[in-house]
């Protein structure tokens, strides 16, 4: 079962995604920041794959990705960044950043699970 950990700082869209991939079947912890995140991914939880949202407080998603493609244990985690910035802006920083993918929020499930199964 793959492993996923959504980062994102607001609640609902924080229950809303997780609950989207437990019912498609993967394994999710949740972190509500970037800093936060770090007890799971490199903890024991060792996502496979995390979705992030891209303005968070204290450390926004895309510079958390430059500071992981920095360290050994998470440079090759795939990341996806999500978030209600338009389309266009968000790739621009999903591709700056060293992003795999993006998605634009609200998530739909058959998006999301096309997302991951494509960078997994």
């Known amino acids: 079962m793959k492993r996923i950990l959504v980062i994102d700082d607001e609640a609902v869209s924080l229950a809303m995604t997780s609950d989207m991939l437990q019912e498609a079947g993967y394994e999710v912890e949740t972190a509500d920041s970037a800093l936060g995140a770090n007890e799971h991914i490199y ?69 999301l699970v096309a997302a991951i199964r494509r960078n997994t």
């Open 43 to 111: 903890g024991s939880f060792r996502p496979d794959i995390i979705l992030m949202d891209v303005m968070m407080p204290f450390l926004d998603g895309d510079k958390k990705i430059d500071l992981m493609k920095k360290r050994e244990a998470s440079r090759n985690i795939p990341v996806i960044l999500i978030s209600a910035k338009p389309e266009d802006e968000l790739e621009t920083i999903a591709r700056n950043s060293g992003a795999d993918a993006f998605l634009t929020k609200p998530l739909e499930k058959s998006s």
